[in-house]
């Protein structure tokens, strides 16, 4: 083995030395640069002009380009820290100062508020309990993609609507904030919410451009799209063709190429096409501890928390509230977004026309839902027009209807994992399109491949008007108490139902069925057991006094579908 010389090891030894000298001497420049930079940032802020509060900044004329700071927003009240202004000409401003965040000085220049993440203290709201719609409104349109807004107030109330439709970074809320909706009289609507994001109070969007309202038929499992003219698009726009969202990938002529499949049978040749202009990408929503929207269950208060629409990767998280007469949070033709950490607290009574739903995946695609909890509402988790959506570890305690739902109008492929229901007297509800014999189940706008698996139902209601294309999988079915209209089975009055459930476990003292109609039940594994038996599963007896449930092995197993010998 050949040997390194002495003279080649002291070299090397030397050139190791010259650089560690060399990174110390950069590290030590580069010290040295930062603390003349902090130097300079201190003694420019120390240079600063530094009013007292507001009023003392708006009674005096600084000069134009003039950074300047407030210690305060009223006068006497807690220092507001970081509140910096810039001295604006009004035809460098650009329009009108709101008078909450950006105001006119005594010289009719406009202070313009430059502060990266805005505060509630800075648009002049307190922790009062006292009614700041203005002021909340005046902050929200202050937001861009870059710029925050912290809401540390922690008691305030609303008596109007507040829009985000500029984009944002983040909005969050003080831990404990508690907000009281003041808007009585106003009737329950999906069009509009306490926060919206994108879609005004009217239900008008904000955030789209309509390009064309001609696309080519696409088939299931499509990538791509013909459209009439794809000369407004580049790639990476986020677009909305229907109710499916995507992000463009590529274009070749008039065919535009996506990131994601069309998981619908076909789109129509009038499918309408639009670009999703600021897609608040990877903004972030945190809601209040509590929204109040009534003082009491009975009063009819308008009552929807927060609805963001067209976005791409937006998350929702943390808005709880307390007598909503409408949904609590909301995501429409959004694609890859995210709900988080609803609770709904006693809905108001509102009859058939409330909704009052912990939270709803509309008209979009690839969206996650998770920890929603529900009390005494109508709906835990709604899809409607979706697909490819995951509902998870959610709770519905005492829901008066569907608990989990597709809204039988199209939703493919959303699964519902780990959700839960407790003395809930409706059921899950993954309905399909299906008008009785002879129809044909494969329409355009059913609900297909819709699944809720690792789920408990105890002492609820179970599967309602299921289709075969549907299925619940490794659910528990667990009821001791015997309850009226608290079945495992619901089938459709007017049409064949199939109940597909698989590794399964039922184990109840009361009715599997309550409707005299007969249905399919196509149990693939699993475990039965009734310890109240009075008919055959005490399944109801139809008129010509068989049991009304057909049961089918399923042929590639080689288990018993339930305990026992049927016969």
């Known amino acids: 083995m050949s040997r390194i010389p002495i003279s080649h090891k002291d070299r090397i030894r030397g050139e190791e030395r010259h650089r560690k000298r060399a990174d110390l001497n950069l590290s030590t420049n580069i010290n040295n640069e930062l603390v003349v930079l902090n130097n300079k940032i201190d003694t420019e802020i120390a240079l600063r002009p530094l009013f007292d509060n507001v009023a003392d900044l708006v009674s005096k004329s600084p000069a134009r380009g003039l950074v300047v700071s407030t210690r305060r927003y009223y006068v006497n009240e807690a220092p507001v820290p970081n509140m910096d202004f810039i001295i604006l000409s009004p035809a460098d401003y650009g329009g009108v100062p709101d008078g909450y965040v950006d105001f006119y000085v005594a010289s009719g220049d406009v202070a313009k508020n430059i502060s990266n993440v805005l505060t509630g203290s800075m648009g002049g709201m307190r922790s009062d309990g006292a009614d700041y719609t203005p002021n909340l409104q005046a902050l929200s349109a202050q937001l861009n993609p870059k710029r925050s807004l912290y809401v540390d107030s922690t008691s305030f109330s609303l008596s109007g609507f507040i829009l985000f439709n500029n ?312 009821n001791d108490t015997v309850t009226s209209f608290r079945e495992v089975f619901v089938p459709r009055s007017n049409g064949e139902s199939t109940f597909t459930i698989e590794n399964c476990e039922i184990d109840i003292v009361n009715t599997i069925c309550d409707v005299s109609v007969e249905f399919t039940l196509n149990m693939r594994g699993g475990f039965y057991s009734n310890t109240n038996i009075d008919t055959l599963f005490k399944g109801t007896v139809i008129s010509n006094n068989i049991a009304n449930i057909v049961f089918q092995n399923d042929p590639t197993s080689s288990e018993l579908p339930f305990e026992g010998s049927l016969f």
């Open 167 to 478: 984009g944002f970074k983040e909005v969050s809320h003080a831990s404990n904030c508690v907000v009281t909706f003041l808007g009585a009289g106003e009737p329950s609507s999906t069009t509009k919410a306490l926060y919206s994001i994108n879609v005004d109070i009217n239900g008008t969007s904000t955030n789209e451009t309509v390009l064309t309202t001609t696309a080519a038929v696409t088939n299931k499992g499509g990538n791509s799209f013909t459209l009439i003219d794809a000369s407004s698009f580049q790639e990476g726009d986020a677009i909305r063709i229907n109710k499916h969202v995507c992000i463009i990938t590529d274009i070749f002529g008039n065919v535009v190429y996506t990131d994601r499949t069309l998981p619908i049978r076909q789109l129509a040749s009038g499918s309408e096409v639009s670009r999703l202009d600021v897609p608040n990408t990877n903004s972030r929503m945190e809601g209040p501890a509590l929204i109040k929207f009534a003082p009491n269950r009975t009063t009819q208060y308008y009552g929807m928390g927060v609805r963001a629409s067209y976005c791409v990767g937006i998350t929702i998280s943390n808005f709880n509230s307390l007598y909503n007469a409408s949904g609590v949070a909301e995501l429409v033709c959004c694609a890859d977004s995210y709900l988080a950490g609803i609770y709904q607290k006693s809905p108001t009574s509102a009859g058939s026309t409330g909704l009052s739903y912990a939270g709803q995946l509309s008209d979009g695609n690839d969206n996650t839902a998770q920890n929603l909890r529900s009390q005494e509402g109508r709906h835990c988790a709604s899809i409607s027009f979706s697909h490819r959506n995951k509902v998870m570890d959610c709770i519905d305690f005492q829901g008066t209807n569907a608990s989990y739902l597709t809204q039988h109008n199209g939703c493919r492929e959303n699964t519902f994992i780990n959700c839960d229901l407790v003395n809930c007297s409706f059921g899950v509800y993954l309905g399909g399109q299906f008008a009785g014999a002879g129809a044909v189940e494969d329409l355009a706008d059913g609900d297909q491949s819709n699944i809720i698996q690792d789920s408990r139902f105890i002492n609820s209601r179970g599967l309602y008007r299921m289709t075969r294309k549907n299925k619940a999988v490794n659910c528990q079915f667990i």
